[in-house]
């Protein structure tokens, strides 16, 4: 009996070693993967010491951080009205009772102590009011002073009736790939929330496809629903950014956060206060980022800049003699290596100010100072293209005698008739020199009109279309 039980037990200690070596050293592990729900918008919970273990690691303390920006940021809320139908023929007519309801909220910074708050265009998109909720829980109705779309930038202001705490703007340009960073907002409604991480990269596009240029700075502290309009901080408290954007195929936070850089925000805001509207200062250069490809078709010995492969007509950058085939290396001080750095850089900047752009032209390097102009194109939204002036090389190209050129198209509906680069001597008859004609033909021009526009194409020849 004992011989049977120690053999028994030699089996199953057997049988055991060989299933830990198995599990230890031979089966892969389960990847489980989890998609936070959002129909309630309550975040999923669990234990993460990450962080925590990181920052503790390099020494560094966010506390002061924290505690000088969590009250500089506020709980903005988009509030909507609508109708809600009784039967189906106020239904149909469009009718109902006249309600009103939170359809979206966000985050936003105060900053000024007299209330004026910045925070994401799309966080009070379409809103009749804009309510604001502070970190001591007193709320406000807030006015919408100005935004730009482009930017995806709102400014709001409250009357507290007292001085508010606020943040301070940082340099955002001098922030360093790798820095420490916080994130300071309200996801899924749990207010005043902070989370770290570094600066991953600097003038980041998230889509370099379309029409919107980009430049955010890209971080890995934990964004998710809500932070947007929120403030991206540095150790010192300074706001460096207003977060905007996530990528993301779950909707929540996986690894990748945008802001826009805090000295854009507040050139916007300044302008905004200043001139009731975003002064846009043109350098007037086409062209993109400088490709291996590039190089190796023109024989250059750098893959780093921005390739300039046109000179806009009566730009700055025309006057200032920069020319076709230019590689831009630094704007001032700020080193060039792809569009965005660029497009980032000017879109801080305003209309007369000058900037002084080193170039190496033949493997030489010079610097041009470059008076920015204001814009020189203008869009026609209701036809989805974007025109220019023409200059005399582009009329004599179309064999026309007036005219303005098609310099982008901005929809897709458009980017299909591939009608850019053609000039337009007409709309309703009316002959067109400039995009001044352009712009006074549509202020007093209703939505509802068709247009009538005349297109010159490469033969010379003139098409007529009517746009209802």
Do not use: C
């Not at 919408?144 to 709001?156: E, H, M, Q, S, T």
């Not at 010192?236 to 950014?241: A, D, K, P, S, Y």
């Not at 730009?315 to 980032?344: R, V």
Request: hydrophobic residues 40%.
């Amino acid at each position: 009996m004992k011989k049977i039980a120690g053999t028994l037990l030699i089996a199953v200690l057997a049988g055991a070693i060989t299933l830990g070596s198995y599990k230890l050293f031979i089966e892969q592990p389960t990847q489980v993967a989890s998609y936070p729900t959002q129909i309630d918008n309550t975040p999923t919970y669990k234990p993460v010491n990450y962080e925590a273990l990181t920052a503790a690691a390099s020494g560094v303390d966010f506390t002061e951080a924290a505690e000088r920006t969590v009250n500089g940021v506020v709980h903005v809320k988009n509030v909507q009205e609508y109708r809600q139908p009784r039967n189906m023929m106020e239904y149909l007519r469009g009718g109902g009772q006249a309600n009103k309801g939170i359809v979206g909220a966000g985050s936003g910074v105060i900053i000024s102590g007299d209330g004026f708050i910045i925070t994401n265009n799309h966080v009070i998109d379409g809103a009749t009011e804009v309510e604001v909720t502070l970190n001591n829980n007193k709320t406000f109705m807030a006015e919408v002073v100005g935004k730009d779309a482009k930017a995806d930038i709102a400014i709001l202001k409250i009357d507290a009736g007292e001085e508010l705490p606020y943040i301070p703007f940082g340099d955002s340009d001098g922030t360093k790939v790798g820095e420490w960073v916080l994130a300071v907002g309200n996801p899924f409604n749990l207010t005043s929330t902070v989370t770290a991480g570094i600066v991953s990269a600097k003038a980041r596009d998230i889509d370099e496809r379309d029409a919107n240029y980009q430049s955010f700075i890209q971080t890995d502290a934990a964004i998710n629903p809500g932070n947007s309009g929120g403030a991206l901080v540095n150790i010192f408290g300074e706001l460096i950014g207003i977060n905007t954007a996530i990528t993301s195929q779950t909707g929540s936070y996986v690894g990748y956060a945008f802001a826009v850089p805090s000295n854009n925000a507040r050139k916007i805001m300044e302008d905004i206060m200043q001139f009731g509207s975003v002064q846009k200062g043109i350098l007037g250069v086409s062209g993109g980022t400088l490709t291996a490809e590039i190089a190796k078709a023109e024989n250059l010995k750098t893959a780093e800049g921005f390739y300039v492969a046109g000179v806009e007509f009566e730009s700055g950058a025309e006057q200032a003699g920069l020319k076709t085939g230019d590689i831009i290396k630094k704007l001032d001080n700020i080193n060039i290596t792809k569009f965005s750095d660029l497009t980032g850089y000017i879109n801080s900047k305003r209309p007369d100010d000058v900037v002084q752009v080193e170039i190496l032209r033949d493997d030489t390097k010079m610097t041009l100072p470059v008076k920015l102009i204001k814009s020189i194109t203008f869009d026609i939204e209701r036809l989805g293209i974007q025109v220019k002036n023409a200059s005399p090389k582009d009329l004599a190209k179309y064999k026309a005698k007036n005219g303005v050129v098609i310099s982008q198209t901005l929809t897709e509906a458009m980017k299909r008739y591939r009608i850019e680069g053609l000039v337009i001597s007409e709309i309703d008859d009316v002959m067109v020199n400039s995009i001044e004609d352009v712009k006074n033909i549509f202020k007093n021009k209703s939505v509802n009109e068709p247009v009538s526009i005349v297109f010159v194409d490469q033969k010379g020849e003139r098409n007529r279309f009517i746009f209802d």
